[in-house]
């Protein structure tokens, strides 16, 4: 499938990231049932390096899965809130050069959720597979910013060309003209397994046997160190006083862990621990967990 790669404005100090309604809807447990061979790539995480965690999907761990599947067809199993658009859009470019590059084709798999950056990767697919209540969202940037008024203005720029670059990979898969495209992402537009393909986001259903849930403590970790940062900045603390109040609490959740038995039961109860002790904080601070 012919489409266009995507135009990076320069960052400009902007770091482009998901609102917490987005992640607050994302379900992590879900993942693929199938047996994950060595030409699938997995994006069950933020997009771009994520501070609380050291996780996230970036570049380069793409380039490290491209590398090992070399000059193959290949799969991107999508179950992802999104996260930094500017690495979600390096993302899809790298893809679709790869496969452009050596004739190959990409077959991308929407789990749970490709919301926000991961929708633009999930659009890199010569076809798009998506569950039955798994969805596809975008919306416009989304930032938070800082500066005087000239550099508002300079961001809000920045973003309008950014949106427009974005539009153009929706109408090029879609076949919606630039107006229809544009009022979607104002109004951050969900779409839902078949709603996904009659809007021309997606291709096909995935069978539901090809989707399977399994819990995943640090999602729940990731979700109450989001909430507790959000209810600490309502209380007043700075972004910074309130990161470094965050890590003093990961910090004595971790020391406070029962000692397991594995190091795979280690980061289980690590992360446990600290959504145990992160969700008790934001619950005193008077954020609701329903």
Known sequence: ????????????????????????????????????????????????????????????????????????????????????????????????????????????????????????????GDEIEIGTSASIMIHNCWTVAMG????????????????ANMASVYEARTGNDAETVASMMDAETWFSGQAAIDAGFATALLPADRIKSEPNAKANALRAEKQTERA??????????????????????RDDAVEPNSNADVAKSDYAAIAASLMKSTSALGVSHD
Do not use: C
């Open 1 to 124: 499938m012919n489409l266009p790669r995507i135009a990076v404005p320069a960052r400009a100090g902007i770091s482009a990231r998901t609102p917490d309604a987005v992640l607050e809807r994302w379900d992590a447990s879900i993942l693929s049932a199938d047996a994950i061979g060595d030409n699938v790539i997995s994006i069950y995480d933020v997009i771009g390096e994520d501070f609380w965690t050291g996780g996230g999907f970036t570049l380069k761990r793409l380039d490290a899965a491209l590398r090992t599947i070399g000059r193959r067809d290949f799969e991107v199993h999508i179950n992802s809130p999104g996260g930094d658009m500017f690495e979600g859009v390096a993302i899809y470019n790298k893809i679709r050069d790869h496969a452009d590059a050596n004739t190959l084709s990409v077959k991308v798999k929407v789990l749970g959720v490709a919301a926000s950056a991961a929708s633009v990767i999930a659009m890199a």
């Open 148 to 163: 005087n008024r000239r550099d508002f203005a300079e961001m809000a720029v920045t973003m309008e060309q950014f949106d």
């Open 232 to 253: 600490l900045r309502l209380a007043g603390a700075s972004a910074k006083e309130a990161k470094t109040t965050i890590s003093d609490m990961k910090k004595a959740a």
